[in-house]
């Protein structure tokens, strides 16, 4: 069997660049802001794995490349290509997509096999299949992700290089020239949208008046004495949720619970709301005022004390998290609009509430309402907490009225667009195909619309704007919220988001037809043999994709659901079949939820093992990482028996590779992947996984050898050292290091039919990940070979004490041990030893003004710790710790190597404060390598090696 390119070698620092910038936000328009989905995979990684899976390595041609020189020249010239792929905004590109299919066809007798993903989700690897000229086949279980490819693989390439039908574009054309990839269809999504838009505002404007700014109003509040007699055009409505103080003084009245007073925290443009406080009424109400408060954390805090808990802001008195959900399910929560904020003409200005604005806004009565009833999972769904238990109680009266109206002219819609279709010259077929296409579009306008108008829409006062319920893979409970102008024009408005659909679909950027299936990947269904598979597969229990996708197929089934009577056939999204260990399915019993999952993904590796093309190795991404289900399970031989009455410790991953090396895989190898910037949720300010893994896997031969435990423990001991070190290399994410040496560990483990334990019983693959596991802290451990002797002993007693104090005489002893003496170790820096204690001072003590060509005494541990004062404690930025970093030089790499060792520490002793400083320089060290090279040479080379 010929190697692939994908199981030897891959320019993987210049796909992990482009993936990162792929999953920024605010990157412009891009096939995904068509539809939210969760835990998209980055389109360049897609398309690199894809090219890579069916090019060969050119060690598999000897007679073409016989030397090693020769290989490595090839193997550099389809580097190149994929490089090439990872251009940004690469659908203006086609050449390049042209140059690679044309480069993967001669490795496959001139025929692409077609591509199969069977948990296609948000659909970036069908959509780079596409894109390359494969015919693709996306696969899902869930209706929303269904609709989603059928938009990327069949709606849009359906309609490639076609003119609008609209007659305003019609018009000033002249014709059906010009029209280029899905500009035609944009045009028309846009068109239709403002039609929406205008026919909206006569049926409901008046529920969105704008506000006047009144003499009263300004002399109270004097930056807006340029705008009286004005009426300005309302960008959103800032509310509070209130409950009845818990004082029984303040006779019932209620409160606010607000997560903070700032409108606009932006520096030189700060507006925040001022309390103004009746004790002798009951009474509450807020001033807005302008510029930098003289206490800027209260102003941050608002009436927040703690997580879901408050103040009263009448009394004083605290409000703990189980009042809130005693008054919350009892049906107290109430709604408050606390201030206004308006357009201008040339910025924002924010206003105090009006009677009028909350008179108005409760005067709202929409027709229908969703009824569908959240789950009972808090991680994923909090709002039923507090009494919100089905998705009609996420929306306000408002909010409500104003979807509903849309959905309906949505589908009043379509007579507009058939007639049109139809003077345009479509057939009757054509009209009607053509019409449900762009409805469909507007349908998922709709539901980009709904993630800016619920009741738990955070307004952002860094960026002054209504947020996105989404921004996790959760429905969390929001206390003080943004109610975005649905009629307006700025973000959150219909016509805003329906102008960036169709800005995104002229990105999509295919004409190679292919197909969007309703499948259950873990059942067994006809068609498709000879595929090459790529696939991300769901995540134990880490996101739970039918259940918030409830939030948007209610809206879809809605407006569109008769266009997709085979998607939209029942109340709410299937849940029962979907491969995720939830507990709640199965009556809170998580055994039964682990048993439901493994099994499924066994049933469905078994099945794409029958349908792959034996050509290409099937790729699997992986990102997943869990806790223990339950400690005390332990991991020495016996204790895995089939049947153990104790729930056995259990991963994603270990889940996940059980089915893979059961159902007769061997991998072959793995490639970690960042695909995240410092932006991203947790990146930075905690231990949150940043990376993720791609297996490449082949059928195991029949006649693979077995191998005893030793064995596989001394070819551990072998290879993964080398293996650690690539991933080093790479910028693994300490948080990522554990589970990407899994990778090839994994690789040694599974191409053995088995590996057999002193007893003669197969081992398991959780026996295989815990000797990976040591073997890592014992490699890890051996690097400290490199480091100098003070901060060996550092390394040491930071295992036992971390950064709290320790007797005398144990740090003695543990000086003679490592070579070096406690007065040296005061000397340079790093500890403190009085009245018979003795610590290590933690970064944020350390000097200032420390120079490390200065320094007499000169530790890696100190030098490690001064980058994390200036990178972590300071937030000095990147500059500056660029600028401590040039001047290590060489040692620089050592501060790296130290980093990943004290990480793995912290994570063993669940340290996860300090531990997040650690995975922090490590993330942020590709960038800091790059500053500090602009800014000229160290004294000795910053990498040897040459890697960044």
Not at 266 to 291: C, H, I, M, Q, Y
């Amino acid at each position: 069997m010929r190697k692939k390119l994908i199981e030897v070698a891959l320019p993987l620092p210049e796909i992990n660049d482009a993936s990162a910038y792929d999953m920024m936000p605010g990157i412009g328009a891009h096939p995904k802001g068509i539809h939210l989905w969760w835990g998209r995979k980055a389109l360049p990684a897609c398309r690199a794995f894809l090219f890579a899976s069916v090019v060969d390595d050119p060690s598999s041609h000897p007679e073409r490349f016989p030397t090693e020189e020769a290989q490595a020249a090839e193997r550099e010239r389809l580097f190149g290509i994929i490089r090439r792929m990872m251009q940004k905004q690469l659908h203006k590109h086609p050449e390049v997509y042209a140059e690679a299919r044309a480069e993967m066809l001669k490795y496959c007798d001139g025929k692409l096999p077609p591509v199969l993903d069977p948990f296609a989700g948000g659909g970036s690897i069908p959509l780079e299949a596409a894109r390359l000229g494969f015919e693709a086949y996306a696969g899902d279980l869930n209706p929303v992700a269904v609709l989603l490819n059928k938009v990327y693989l069949e709606i849009v390439p359906r309609w490639t290089d076609h003119p609008p039908v609209n007659p305003e574009d019609r018009r000033k054309i002249g014709g059906t020239g010009g029209w280029r990839g899905a500009s035609g269809l944009a045009a028309d999504v846009r068109y239709y949208g403002q039609v929406i838009l205008e026919r909206a505002r006569k049926k409901i404007g008046h529920l969105y008046p704008p506000v006047k700014v009144t003499e009263e109003m300004a002399a109270e509040h004097p930056h807006l004495k340029p705008y009286v007699g004005k009426e300005l055009p309302v960008i959103a409505w800032i509310w509070a949720r209130t409950v009845p103080s818990p004082n029984p003084a303040a006779r019932g009245a209620h409160v606010p619970l607000m997560s903070t007073f700032w409108l606009s925290s932006k520096k030189g443009s700060e507006a925040w709301l001022e309390p103004v406080v009746d004790r002798t009424r009951n009474t509450w109400s807020f001033r807005v005022r302008t510029g930098a408060p003289k206490d800027r954390e209260t102003v941050k805090a608002g009436t927040k004390t703690g997580r879901a808990q408050f103040r009263c802001l009448l009394t004083g008195d605290p409000i703990s998290d189980d009042y809130i959900k005693k008054e919350g399910q009892a049906g107290r929560l109430r709604e408050r609009l606390v201030a206004i904020v308006a357009d201008t003409g040339r910025g924002r200005v924010y206003l105090p509430a009006t009677e009028e604005h909350q008179v108005i806004a409760r005067r709202a009565e929409p027709g229908w309402r969703p009824e569908g009833i959240m789950p009972n999972n808090p991680r994923w769904f909090s709002p039923p907490l507090v009494g919100l238990t089905d998705y009609g109680d996420l929306f306000t009266p408002r909010q409500l009225t104003a979807m509903v109206t849309l959905s309906d002219l949505i589908r009043e819609v379509r007579a507009d667009v058939r007639r049109d279709a139809l003077a345009a010259g479509l057939s009757e077929a054509n009209a009607d195909a053509y019409t449900a296409d762009v409805v469909t579009f507007l349908a998922m306008a709709l539901d980009r619309c709904a993630c800016f108008n619920t009741s738990l829409c955070r307004w952002g006062p860094s960026n002054e704007k209504v947020m996105n319920i989404f921004d996790r893979q959760a429905i969390p409970m929001l206390w003080d919220f943004g109610e975005a102008n649905t009629l307006g024009d700025s973000v959150g408005a219909w016509v805003t988001c329906a102008q960036y659909v169709a800005e995104c679909i002229e990105t999509v950027g295919t004409k190679q037809e292919s197909h969007a299936r309703l499948i259950d990947a873990a059942r067994p269904w006809d068609g498709l043999r000879n595929v090459l598979i790529s696939t991300d597969p769901p995540y134990y229990d880490n996101i739970g994709y039918a259940a918030l996708s409830d939030f948007f197929y209610v809206w879809l089934r809605r407006t569109i659901g008769d266009l997709y009577p085979d998607l939209f056939a029942t109340i709410l999204v299937p849940k029962e079949p979907e491969l995720v260990a939830a507990p709640e399915r199965f009556n809170g019993d998580r055994l039964k939820a682990k048993e439901h999952f493994e099994q499924g993904f066994r049933r469905a590796f078994t099945i794409l093992r029958e349908k792959m093309d034996p050509r290409f190795p099937l790729t699997v991404y992986y990102a997943f990482k869990q806790d223990d289900v339950e400690s005390g399970a332990d991991e020495e031989e016996g204790n895995d028996e089939p049947g153990n009455s104790r729930i056995d410790r259990t991963t994603g991953w270990e889940t996940m590779l059980e089915a893979l090396i059961g159902t007769g895989f061997q991998i072959t190898a793995t490639w970690p992947v960042r695909s995240a910037q410092k932006w991203r949720m947790n990146a930075m300010e905690a231990n949150a996984l940043a990376s993720y893994i791609v297996l490449a896997c082949r059928p195991r031969p029949e006649n693979a050898p077995q191998a005893d435990r030793r064995t596989f423990v001394a070819e551990l001991k072998q290879e993964l050292p080398g293996a650690l070190r690539k991933l080093q290399q790479g910028n693994i994410a300490p948080v990522d290091f554990a589970q990407a040496a899994i990778g090839p560990g994994m690789a040694i483990y599974s191409k053995y039919s088995r590996v057999l334990e002193a007893s003669g019983r197969p081992m398991s693959v959780r026996t295989a990940l815990a000797l990976i596991n040591q073997v890592l802290t014992e490699v890890l451990s051996e690097q400290e070979d490199e480091f100098d002797n003070d901060t060996r002993w550092a390394i040491a007693w930071f295992e036992q004490h971390g950064f709290e104090e320790g007797e005398f005489g144990e740090a003695e002893l543990l000086s003679k041990a490592k070579a070096t003496s406690l007065r040296g170790l005061v000397e340079a820096g790093i500890v403190a030893s009085r009245g018979g204690k003795v610590r290590l001072l933690r970064p944020d003590e350390l000097p200032k003004n420390w120079d490390p060509d200065k320094d007499k005494r000169f530790t890696l541990w100190e030098a490690t710790h001064h980058l994390i004062r200036v990178y972590w404690y300071e937030k000095a930025g990147d500059q500056a710790t660029a600028s401590l970093l040039r001047k290590l030089g060489s040692r620089g790499d050592l501060a790296r190597e130290l980093a990943y060792r004290l990480y793995n520490v912290c994570e063993k002793k669940n340290w996860s404060q300090e531990g997040q400083s650690y995975n922090a320089l490590v993330l942020g060290w590709p960038e800091l390598v790059r500053l500090a090279r602009e800014q000229g040479p160290a004294a000795a080379p910053l990498f040897e090696s040459g890697e960044a």
